[in-house]
């Protein structure tokens, strides 16, 4: 059974960092690229990075501008996304999926995983001093 969960979220200060972790279990992450998107009040959801099987390739929201980065581990099946000099408007439900779907300054990047499409339950982020 596939499933997704995401932890790490929590009330943290503009400026800040938090980490976020998904973790996966019902396949291996070295076969499909992983995704993280976010949800604000309000908007609709939108993506924030991709990670490719291999590594090799990351994606990232053109909005970001570099504060994001996400990695993984396929011993501990889990992705992480790494977030620094957090701003009030980060705040939202962040979620990981086996999909991609984002905007980077390259342009659109969109991927479905052969597995299925499947999302985490989420976890809040809020930046707020």
């Known amino acids: 059974q596939v499933q997704l969960a995401e932890s790490g979220g929590g009330l943290v200060q503009p400026g800040g960092s938090l980490r976020l972790s998904c973790a996966v279990s019902?396949?291996?992450?070295?076969?499909?690229?992983i995704g993280w998107f976010r949800q604000a009040p309000g908007k609709e959801r939108e993506g924030v990075s991709c990670?490719?099987?291999?590594?090799?390739?990351?994606y990232y929201a053109k909005s970001l501008k570099g504060r994001f980065t996400t990695s993984k581990d396929n011993a501990k099946s889990t992705v992480y996304l790494q977030m620094n000099s957090l701003k009030p408007e980060d705040t939202a439900v962040y979620y990981c999926?086996?999909?991609?779907?984002?905007?980077?300054?390259?342009?659109?990047?969109?991927?479905?995983?052969?597995?299925?499409?499947?999302w985490g339950q989420g976890t809040q982020v809020t930046v707020s001093s």
């Open positions: 999926r086996t999909g991609c779907d984002l905007q980077t300054d390259s342009g659109s990047y969109s991927y479905t995983a052969s597995l299925g499409d499947y």
């Open positions: 990670i490719s099987a291999s590594e090799a390739y990351t």
């Open positions: 019902g396949f291996t992450l070295d076969r499909y690229n």
